[in-house]
């Protein structure tokens, strides 16, 4: 089977993915929301739309050195964000993939 990130990201139809992903999906989002604009814009263009960096140089008219620039520095903020999550709610998405059935009525 699939682990990790691996398991729900099967196509881009976010409703045939697991309700864990698209928990997990919506709090990223809300961190990419309080990053600065252009890093939260190349960050979606290329993780959520799967453009390349040359794809997203055009679309937003920087050069392709700035995209990369931005999108490392943007990945690197995100994830100091999402380390400052309570742990307990990964825990929680964890353990509702893992242990389905106790959430079973």
Known sequence: GLVGSEMCIRDRDSTSRPIE?????AMTIR?????P??????I??????GLD???I???LNLSLQTVKNTLTQGL????????KLPPTIFIFIYIKHCFPF????
Do not use: D
Request: aromatic share 10%.
């Open 21 to 25: 992903y698209r928990e997990f999906e």
């Open 31 to 35: 961190a990419i929301a309080t990053l």
């Open 37 to 42: 604009p252009t890093q939260g814009h190349v």
């Open 44 to 49: 979606m263009l290329s993780r959520f739309e």
């Open 53 to 55: 960096n040359k794809e």
């Open 57 to 59: 140089a055009l679309r």
């Open 76 to 83: 690197k903020e995100l994830k100091n964000k999402m380390r």
């Open 102 to 105: 106790i959430f079973n009525e």
